[in-house]
């Protein structure tokens, strides 16, 4: 019955091609609703079943399952999917139910963002090009995108979450140290694109060697914290979590605003 409610809901969002804006986000809603019934039918031990008419033909029926790790982190998580991110929400759900690493995703996403100009002319209609096109559409780096490394450490069945917010936060305050004199501010950039290239070459060494001569410039110690990014199993988190820091803006209180209601909304 509820699978029958929503589908229903869906059919009648006859309005959606002519109010684009302010129809797609509550289609979306209705669509993590449904994922998040599923996960608990996963977590329940009942195998869903989708049967789908096609014209006067026998029914076409398609079985749908997905992980216990899967379930887990959809239902725990999949509220605070980011609303600024919303047109690449199926090509999030591509990733997680074919398998794919939301790091990958989140490099993408990332690149489009640092590197804007390097992708001016990006063209093609593929999941990788949507995923960076949403990138540079990105007015601004907030702490919402910890949701793709909060999702896939789930997935991973790490523990270690408290790392995630401590690397976002220290990179923030990178970032602020830099921003104090106009001798270092400029060298933020370079640094930004250096820890990019890192990760995308999965270089633990590279990175380290860059936070080093990166604390050095500010002349503060390095936290010994970072040695937990030499492990393979943490690499990729806390590198993630910094870099989304270190590029991360203090909002206005417009946009606290936007994001507060944002967060009521998938309360």
Same mark, same amino acid.
């Given at each position: 019955?509820?699978?029958?409610?929503?589908?229903?809901?869906?059919?009648?969002?006859?309005?959606?091609?002519?109010?684009?804006?302010?129809?797609?986000?509550?289609?979306?809603?209705?669509?993590?609703?449904?994922?998040?019934?599923?996960?608990?039918?996963?977590?329940?031990?009942?195998?869903?079943?989708?049967?789908?008419?096609?014209?006067?033909?026998?029914?076409? @029926?398609?079985?749908?399952? @997905?992980?216990?790790?899967?379930?887990?982190?959809?239902?725990?998580?999949?509220?605070?999917?980011?609303?600024?991110?919303?047109? *690449?929400?199926?090509?999030?759900?591509?990733? *997680?139910?074919?398998?794919?690493?939301?790091?990958?995703?989140? /490099?993408?996403?990332?690149?489009?963002?640092?590197?804007?100009?390097?992708?001016?002319?990006?063209?093609?209609?593929?999941?990788?090009?949507?995923?960076?096109?949403?990138?540079?559409?990105? =007015?601004?780096?907030?702490?919402?995108?910890? !949701?793709?490394?909060?999702?896939?450490?789930?997935?991973?069945?790490?523990?270690?979450?408290?790392?995630?917010?401590?690397?976002?936060?220290?990179?923030?305050?990178?970032?602020? /140290?830099?921003?104090?004199?106009?001798?270092?501010? =400029?060298?933020?950039?370079?640094?930004?694109?250096?820890?990019?290239?890192?990760?995308?070459?999965?270089?633990?060494?590279?990175? *380290?060697?860059?936070? @080093?001569?990166?604390?050095?410039?500010?002349?503060?110690?390095?936290?010994?914290?970072?040695?937990?990014?030499?492990?393979?199993?943490? !690499?990729?988190? *806390?590198?993630?979590?910094?870099?989304?820091?270190?590029?991360?803006?203090?909002?206005?209180?417009?946009?606290?605003?936007?994001?507060?209601?944002?967060?009521?909304?998938?309360?």
């Amino acid at each position: 019955m509820e699978t029958y409610r929503l589908n229903l809901i869906l059919s009648t969002e006859k309005e959606i091609e002519q109010e684009k804006l302010g129809k797609v986000w509550s289609v979306v809603k209705y669509v993590l609703d449904l994922e998040k019934q599923k996960s608990s039918w996963v977590l329940q031990n009942i195998y869903f079943v989708e049967i789908e008419m096609v014209g006067d033909a026998t029914a076409n @029926i398609y079985s749908f399952h @997905i992980s216990p790790n899967l379930a887990e982190a959809i239902r725990k998580l999949i509220d605070h999917y980011p609303k600024n991110l919303q047109d *690449i929400f199926s090509e999030f759900l591509f990733y *997680i139910y074919t398998g794919q690493s939301l790091y990958e995703f989140l /490099l993408l996403l990332l690149s489009g963002f640092i590197r804007k100009d390097s992708y001016k002319n990006l063209q093609g209609g593929t999941i990788e090009s949507k995923i960076v096109q949403a990138g540079r559409n990105m =007015k601004y780096i907030s702490q919402n995108l910890l !949701f793709f490394i909060n999702f896939q450490e789930v997935l991973n069945m790490n523990t270690q979450k408290d790392y995630t917010n401590w690397a976002f936060w220290t990179g923030r305050e990178l970032k602020k /140290l830099y921003k104090e004199n106009e001798s270092t501010q =400029k060298k933020l950039e370079p640094l930004t694109y250096r820890l990019l290239e890192a990760i995308r070459r999965k270089d633990k060494e590279y990175f *380290i060697h860059n936070l @080093i001569r990166a604390y050095l410039e500010v002349e503060k110690e390095i936290s010994y914290l970072f040695k937990e990014a030499l492990d393979d199993k943490n !690499f990729s988190m *806390i590198a993630y979590a910094f870099l989304i820091g270190l590029n991360s803006e203090e909002k206005s209180k417009e946009e606290q605003a936007n994001d507060e209601g944002e967060n009521s909304e998938s309360a």
